[in-house]
């Protein structure tokens, strides 16, 4: 009977703790299907709301070209990059289909952010980038 009460108690802490971390998650993808690599984003999706980030290492000077190729059916999508800080030094919004380059020149060294943020958003994104 103790060794059923343990059981028990482990199993309700397991599940309340896969539920908690399941409500934690601030991203929903359905219908996707993505690859990513070292240097590229490439996502296909009937729904996408929240974000993906990808960290860059850069140092002071240092240019950042970031190529997109972006279709938004429904909702939209940003391109954001933040430094270091956490501040936002780029950022473009989309509402329909888009393809363009940006270019961004490092201020300090640091990690900075290249994040994809959908808002109820459909269809697919392409983004790649360089470091000069």
């Known amino acids: 009977m103790k060794h059923t009460k343990n059981l028990f108690f482990i199993l309700s802490i397991i599940i309340i703790a ?7 998650s601030s991203t929903t993808k359905v219908g996707c299907v993505c690859m990513n690599s070292s240097n590229e984003l490439d ?16 140092d002071a000077g240092e240019v950042l070209q970031v190529h997109y190729e972006v279709e938004v059916e429904s909702g939209r999508l940003s391109l954001i990059l933040q430094d270091a800080a956490g501040e936002v030094v780029l ?3 989309m509402l329909s289909t888009s393809d363009d380059d940006l270019t961004y020149t490092a201020t300090e060294d ?3 952010r290249l994040v994809i943020e959908g808002l109820d958003t459909k269809g697919s994104y392409l983004v790649n980038w360089s470091l000069e």
């Not at 896969?18 to 934690?24: E, H, I, K, P, R």
């Not at 996502?43 to 850069?58: A, S, T, V």
Request: charged share 30%; net charge positive.
């Open 18 to 24: 896969s539920v908690l971390s399941a409500c934690s």
């Open 43 to 58: 996502c296909q999706y009937k729904l996408f709301d929240g974000r993906e980030i990808k960290n860059i290492d850069m």
């Open 91 to 93: 950022e473009r919004a």
């Open 110 to 112: 640091g990690r900075y």
